[in-house]
């Protein structure tokens, strides 16, 4: 498995400068615990926790889940920590970052997505936004990632699921397909793409009933334990 060395240690922690107090890297408690909890399959997820999002939040669960990979959600994790500080593990533990830019009225996400290209993750970022394009206020059609994050153009390119949840699968296991090669789904070379998404849009129907009843970690982690990865 791969590790992470002293070399990847910020050098700057937000606790230490919420506290005002000199910058510094982030405690040795804390770095041990990250270290220990890394792996190269971890996601972290940063997308809305709202009801009207929770369909999709599903399928990109569900998808990273039957790709082989591992979301890592702030939300959904009980801790006493600084949320901010619980964020900045989550990235930290994770080698891949998953962001959703839809909701244009929310700043945590994009806050999130720079964040964790600032501890490192900028060449292992997937972003999602529902449209591709939008009217801007002078009434011209624009690309909504570019009016969102102009500083991004050619940097990352969007996936596009236009509020279908079955288009996102897709995208999204092509992607995966493409950029992370570590992935158990790459090895499964004999299964085609229609099987793949078919598996993927039932077990999302697995994870929105566990999401309701608050039971998504044990659920997730009891999928793992039995192999529906």
Excluded at 160 to 177: F, P
Excluded at 206 to 226: R, T, Y
Aim: glycine letters at 4%.
């Amino acid at each position: 498995m791969q590790q992470l060395s002293e070399s990847d240690r910020p050098a700057r922690c937000p606790k230490a400068i919420l506290a005002n107090s000199r910058i510094e890297a982030c405690e040795v408690e804390a770095w041990n615990r990250i270290k220990s909890k890394y792996r190269p399959l971890n996601v972290f997820v940063n997308f809305p926790y709202d009801k009207a999002y929770q369909p999709i939040a599903c399928t990109v669960i569900a998808t990273l889940f039957k790709c082989g990979l591992r979301p890592q959600m702030a939300a959904l994790k009980s801790s006493g920590a600084h949320r901010l500080c619980k964020i900045c593990e989550m990235i930290q533990q994770s080698k891949y970052c998953l962001t959703d830019l839809s909701y244009s009225t929310l700043h945590n996400m994009p806050f999130e997505l720079g964040y964790s290209m600032a501890l490192g993750r900028i060449g292992h970022q997937f972003v999602l936004v529902d449209q591709k394009y939008v009217t801007n206020a002078d009434s011209v059609r624009v690309r909504k990632f570019d009016s969102q994050l102009s500083n991004m153009k050619g940097v990352i390119e969007p996936i596009t699921y236009d509020g279908d949840k079955e288009k996102l699968a897709n995208e999204l296991v092509k992607r995966i397909q493409d950029s992370v090669p570590e992935a158990p789904i790459n090895s499964r070379a004999n299964i085609k793409r229609d099987e793949i998404i078919s598996e993927i849009m039932q077990f999302s129907k697995e994870v929105q009933k566990a999401l309701k009843k608050g039971s998504l970690d044990e659920f997730l982690l009891a999928a793992e334990f039995i192999g529906l990865g």
